[in-house]
């Protein structure tokens, strides 16, 4: 068995390009709810903070759903796990244009889009890693820069159809992309190279057994109960939160901070998607720049970008200083995307990635959950976003500080 076929690509990187085209329908669509957000408000007489609970529903379920998609990826495979991310996502759209009561937004957007978007990128993120040893960074990076073209192009396209049509046409216009391209694009999905007869990248075989080439992967293969009995694991735990936290009150409520100011409605939707556009930058060359001077340098330099911008984003006013946040802070979000799960897979194996990195997203989900809905209530309980605006430059800053604090785990034993 060899990790590199003869006459041909390795099938890996087909693996990390289809993950790539899923999160990118996934996510683009996802963070488009920031550009119907003013719009539901709007034409539904609903308050911001209602509005963006759904939005946290949303966050808080998927990232449930996380734990469930990474133990069924860790037995089934992707091929499974990803038809049920289409076929949510698909179903969850095509009902948001019946939305006309509360209780629908909540069910349809918050639990079984929810849904659908958690089981897409856990089980994709551990299915690229378990491809590759050597340039995991750079694949994770390629797979997740797909979610970033998503949000640069899709946030923009749903600003289009709702200006074209209006909100109820455009989430069905939306149900019918993301089945027919995502649902034919998860077929080419394999678990791990055991299916093709390959070997992870950056594998060997020499007289019989496995060789790793010089890779900064662990060969020991943490159990569930052995990771999260480990300091470093909750360290994780504690900086996703945080940064899902800022990420998540940005993507909901940075359209309306903008119109908010004078901004018009397609440039503040194009600004969000901006935010996807450098972040896809940052995915792919973080991921890279990781792979060379380590999870935790970057992790550091991702979160201090993310806190000057919120700083930043309090005197905006201007086109200019928007796109001027858009760009940076796209880019710190971007560079952290790929290091969690391939910091999961260095330090504790990939042989349970699935169930240990879903339950690490489960953070995301919390923090991501509080943050649209406590900068809704701060809205319109002051009607100004500015003490949301440092309480999210606070919590990057913090992070930034947990990123000193990581070292790698060694193995607890368990009884």
């Not at 089981?119 to 994709?124: D, G, I, K, R, Y």
């Not at 330099?301 to 201007?318: D, G, K, Q, S, Y």
């Not at 796209?330 to 260095?346: E, R």
Request: with cysteine; proline share 3%.
């Amino acid at each position: 068995m060899t990790s590199k076929p003869k006459g041909g690509v390795f099938y890996g990187w087909i693996v990390a390009g289809a993950s790539s085209v899923i999160l990118l329908l996934v996510w683009g669509f996802q963070y488009s709810y920031g550009v119907f957000f003013t719009v539901l408000c709007d034409d539904l007489n609903w308050s911001r903070t209602m509005v963006s609970g759904a939005y946290s529903l949303f966050i808080g379920w998927h990232s449930v759903n996380y734990l469930f998609a990474g133990k069924l990826n860790d037995k089934y495979g992707p091929r499974l796990t990803v038809a049920i991310c289409i076929i949510a996502l698909s179903a969850g759209y095509a009902l948001m244009s019946t939305v006309n009561m509360t209780w629908q937004l909540y069910v349809f957007y918050g639990i079984i889009i929810g849904t659908g978007s958690g089981f897409a990128f856990v089980p994709l993120s551990s299915t690229v890693s378990r491809w590759f040893v050597e340039k995991r960074g750079t694949a994770l990076g390629i797979a997740v820069a797909g979610s970033g073209i998503g949000i640069l192009a899709l946030t923009p396209f749903s600003q289009f159809l709702i200006s074209k049509f209006d909100w109820r046409t455009s989430y069905l216009i939306i149900a019918g992309l993301v089945f027919t391209i995502g649902f034919p694009i998860s077929r080419l999905m394999r678990r791990d190279p055991s299916e093709k007869g390959l070997l992870p990248y950056g594998m060997r075989e020499v007289e019989g057994e496995v060789k790793y080439n010089n890779s900064p992967s662990t060969t020991i293969d943490f159990t569930f109960r052995q990771a999260i009995r480990t300091t470093a694991f909750w360290l994780l735990f504690a900086l996703y939160a945080l940064l899902g936290f800022t990420l998540q009150m940005v993507m909901v409520h940075l359209k309306a901070y903008a119109t908010d100011v004078g901004i018009t409605p397609m440039v503040a939707a194009i600004i969000l998607g901006v935010i996807g556009g450098t972040s896809m930058l940052g995915r792919i060359t973080m991921g890279r720049v990781s792979d060379k001077i380590g999870r935790k340098a970057s992790f550091f330099i991702a979160c201090i970008l993310m806190a000057v911008m919120m700083l930043w984003l309090l005197e905006a006013r201007e086109p200019w200083q928007f796109y001027l946040f858009s760009a940076i802070f796209g880019f710190g979000y971007g560079a952290w995307v790929p290091l969690f799960p391939a910091i999961a897979a260095d330090w504790f194996g990939t042989k349970f990635h699935g169930v240990i990195f879903g339950t690490m997203t489960l953070a995301a989900g919390i923090g991501g959950a509080i943050g649209p809905l406590l900068a809704g209530y701060i809205f319109d309980t002051t009607g100004s976003y500015n003490t949301a605006l440092i309480i999210g430059a606070v919590t990057c800053f913090i992070a930034a500080a947990f990123s000193f604090a990581l070292k790698k785990p060694y193995v607890v034993e368990t009884a």
